[in-house]
């Protein structure tokens, strides 16, 4: 295992993606006493739902640069899945900082994107034609960081024999030994990996409300 040492400077639930499609991720953030980049490990919850963060990962580490290192530092990111408690890392072949645009009596428009879109319809009947606009659904927050071309690479374990039992509200220790050395990683069974586990009630009420303003097409993994 690598000699440097590495402590846990972050541990939050935070919304990413976009309302209606996406939820929250448990972010964890590492650092050690070197020059060494900052290790952000993204967990999906045992109940998550929505898209799935292999399709939103990009999303999800956005997020968690604006609201952990909004300034701009250089991370690693770490994808964790309950279910086999298998680690990924993700790098990413670009990211570019997003620049918002202030017009007098405007919204911000950002370059990249249009900030406005929708889609609409118009309804003819014996008493004459109306004209239905849908907006679409809200981004949740407005990062100014996006990332492009994730690649997963799976991560070696150790300590596998520690995994939690299922039903089991105990944190069990994991290593990454080629990321965070010997610095354990503390683990939950996917059956109470949940957001209220990490943040308490205001974790719990944040979710509801991801969860609540997902669309009816979304995908649910259980």
């Known amino acids: 295992m690598q000699d ?76 964790h899945t309950p279910h086999g408690q298998r680690f990924h890392e993700v790098r990413f072949h670009e990211r570019r900082r997003t620049t918002v645009f202030y017009h007098r009596g405007a919204p911000p428009v950002r370059r990249g994107r249009s900030a406005h879109w929708s889609t609409s319809a118009t309804a003819v009947t014996v008493r004459g034609a109306r004209r239905h606009v849908f907006q679409p659904p809200r981004w949740q927050q407005d990062t100014p960081w996006t990332f492009h071309g994730p690649n997963w690479t799976e991560l070696r374990v150790e300590g596998t024999q520690t995994i939690p039992q299922a039903r089991s509200a105990q944190p069990m220790a994991l290593f990454l030994p080629d990321l965070l050395g010997d610095t354990p990683i503390q683990v939950w069974p996917a059956d109470r990996y949940l957001p209220s586990l990490i943040g308490g009630a205001t974790a719990r009420k944040l979710a509801d409300a991801r969860n609540d303003a997902l669309l009816p097409h979304t995908p649910v993994l259980f």
């Open 4 to 79: 440097i040492s590495w402590r846990l400077v972050h541990d939050a639930v935070i919304p990413y993606g976009k309302a209606g499609y996406d939820t929250v991720v448990h972010a964890r953030a590492f650092e050690s006493g070197s020059d060494d980049i900052p290790v952000v490990v993204l967990g999906e919850f045992g109940d998550h739902r929505g898209r799935p963060l292999t399709q939103a990962f990009a999303d999800a580490a956005a997020a968690a640069q604006a609201a952990l290192y909004r300034r701009g530092d250089r991370l690693r990111f770490v994808h």
